[in-house]
C-alpha cells in the first residue's frame, strides 16, 4: 500500500511557474509508477504526466509537453511536477497518482491507477 499527499500548489500568472510535490509512504516506492492528472470544474480528470519506477522513462500529455517536467526522488520517496509558462488552461487540481503496473506510464488513464492523493489547487490567472 502507499499513501501520496500532495503540495506545492498556488495561485501564479500566466507566463510564470510552479513546482509540485507528491510525498509518499511505504516501502516499496521505487516499484510504482507514478503519475500526475488534474480536473478542471466541469471536466473529466486528465494525464499530465507520468514516470516510470526507475525514473528512466517519462511521458506527457501534449499539452504540456515541452513546458512540465515530472521527476522522482526514490530516496525521499517524492516525485515532483515542475511547471512553466503556465496558462490559464492549466487551472486545475492536480492529483499525484501511483500504480503497481510500470506499463500504464504510456498510456495515461487514470482508471489503471489504485493509490491517488488529496490533489493540489493550481490556479493560473490571466
Known amino acids: 500500500q502507499v499513501q501520496l499527499v500532495e503540495s506545492g500548489g498556488g495561485l501564479v500568472q500566466a507566463g510564470g511557474s510552479l513546482s509540485l510535490s507528491c510525498a509518499a509512504s511505504g516501502r516499496t516506492f521505487s516499484l510504482y509508477a507514478m503519475g500526475w492528472f488534474r480536473q478542471a470544474p466541469g471536466k473529466e480528470r486528465e494525464f499530465v504526466a507520468a514516470?516510470?519506477?526507475?525514473?528512466?522513462?517519462?511521458y506527457y500529455a501534449d499539452s504540456v509537453n515541452g513546458r512540465f517536467t515530472i521527476s522522482r526522488d526514490s530516496a525521499k520517496k517524492k516525485v515532483y511536477l515542475q511547471m512553466n509558462s503556465l496558462k490559464p488552461d492549466d487551472t486545475a487540481i492536480y492529483y499525484c497518482?501511483?500504480?503497481?503496473?510500470?506499463?500504464?506510464?504510456?498510456?495515461?488513464?487514470?482508471?489503471?491507477?489504485?493509490?491517488w492523493g488529496q490533489g493540489t489547487q493550481v490556479t493560473v490567472s490571466s
Open positions: 514516470i516510470n519506477g526507475r525514473g528512466s522513462t517519462t
Open positions: 497518482a501511483a500504480s503497481a503496473e510500470q506499463t500504464v506510464v504510456a498510456r495515461g488513464r487514470p482508471d489503471e491507477y489504485n493509490h
